[in-house]
């Protein structure tokens, strides 16, 4: 293994590669598609991210990869195993998990609290009710107070009791935190563009910069936890002018989930799929850029002038050696190693000139750079796309990067 170098310790560093995916969502009579594909395997739905891209077209009957686990001392379990099943399982029993790990983003409405939120001293029924129906807008109190001196929008009690559109998106889409300012809404009507809100100032406000209600705030964004919530009440349909600017009574949808239908609002913004009854006239687009961070190993494998010259393929070997073409071997008696110092090597310098022998230098091709540890285990290959010439008057340095 002579031709083994020691990377230096300028030789190698780590960085972070950050890095603003942009995605897009569509959101139509009860189906989702994701930057415009659709189709993306019979065992995935549209709309969504495949984690580890496994079983993506397998199908009904074919046997299927799956992640699993010893249930031992550890306790070591998946996140999708339920209690039950973990704890009724033996120790040295498998565990097992499904793939396609599918996500994507999720919307959640709130309705008006008429109720209000529960005075001190109120009844366990009537604080259960309240908590029932707003259990997971509640979870965001802290995390939104927390965001006050940044814009009062994020205060909780403008969503306390009001109706609200909470919009989820998932990690395994955002990355580290959804880029700020980069949400841009939309909203359509029998394919017009009728509202638009957008993040202009970067602080977190969705300010509607398009149709009814230009200028004002409808909602907020939480870029590190990647919510989007939205409480605008206001119709946004077409202007009638002739009615003093109030919106279209004929423009409705059913928003709800039911036969009732309402004219298009913000706070009903990604009600493509509400019960059993879809918003057929409606379209929904989301737009953002995610933040992912990549940490990267940086390595630069050097070869300066006289290294890396001698090659040990056996035709580095002149034909016209007729000693041993090993490099070096054994001798009978005590078994010592030894290397033959009087090889003729072969002269691979061509001359650009007829019935010319140029002179002798030894001339090498780098196709690749091995990359070993310490135990001169070898870790991974790095290929050039064509062999790089090197003589011993040159040098040569490799860059080679790797995601980790």
């Not at 793939?99 to 209000?116: H, V």
């Amino acid at each position: 293994m002579g031709y083994l170098k020691k990377f230096e310790e300028e030789d190698t560093f780590i960085n972070e590669v950050q890095t603003h995916p942009q995605y897009s969502f569509v959101l139509y009579n009860g189906t989702m598609y994701i930057n415009n594909r659709r189709y993306e395997g019979q065992n995935l739905t549209d709309g969504t991210v495949n984690l580890y891209e496994m079983n993506v077209d397998r199908a009904g009957g074919v046997e299927k990869i799956y992640p699993w686990v010893y249930k031992d001392s550890t306790v070591t379990a998946f996140r999708t195993t339920d209690t039950e099943t973990f704890h009724s399982a033996a120790y040295g029993d498998i565990i097992s998990g499904t793939y396609p790990l599918t996500s994507s983003i999720e919307r959640q409405y709130f309705s008006n609290y008429a109720a209000g939120e529960p005075a001190e001293g109120a009844s366990d029924t009537v604080r259960e009710a309240y908590y029932a129906a707003r259990r997971r807008l509640l979870a965001l109190t802290n995390t939104l107070n927390h965001y006050k001196h940044v814009s009062p929008s994020y205060d909780f009690e403008n969503y306390n009791t009001s109706a609200v559109s909470l919009i989820s998106v998932p990690g395994i889409i955002f990355g580290s935190a959804i880029k700020s300012g980069s949400v841009d809404l939309k909203f359509y009507y029998t394919g017009s563009l009728i509202a638009r809100a957008q993040d202009t100032r970067k602080n977190g406000d969705l300010i509607s910069t398009f149709g009814v209600g230009s200028g004002s705030v409808i909602g907020t964004v939480l870029y590190n936890e990647g919510f989007i919530l939205i409480t605008a009440s206001g119709s946004v349909g077409a202007l009638d002018n002739t009615a003093g600017g109030t919106a279209l009574s004929s423009e409705t949808d059913t928003y709800l989930g039911t036969a009732t239908t309402d004219n298009p609002r913000w706070q009903y913004f990604g009600a493509h799929k509400s019960g059993s009854t879809f918003a057929t006239k409606s379209i929904f687009a989301i737009e953002f850029q995610g933040t992912h961070k990549i940490p990267t190993l940086t390595m630069f494998a050097n070869a300066r002038e006289g290294e890396f010259n001698n090659s040990l393929n056996t035709t580095f070997i002149s034909s016209s050696h007729t000693g041993s073409r090993d490099y070096a071997s054994f001798t009978s008696s005590g078994g010592s190693f030894f290397e033959d110092e009087n090889y003729s090597l072969k002269n691979t310098i061509q001359s650009p000139f007829c019935s010319h022998s140029a002179d002798f230098a030894k001339q090498t091709y780098i196709s690749q750079v091995g990359i070993y540890d310490n135990e001169r285990n070898l870790l991974g290959v790095a290929k050039v796309a064509r062999p790089v010439r090197k003589v011993e008057d040159n040098a040569y340095t490799f860059k080679l990067k790797l995601d980790l």
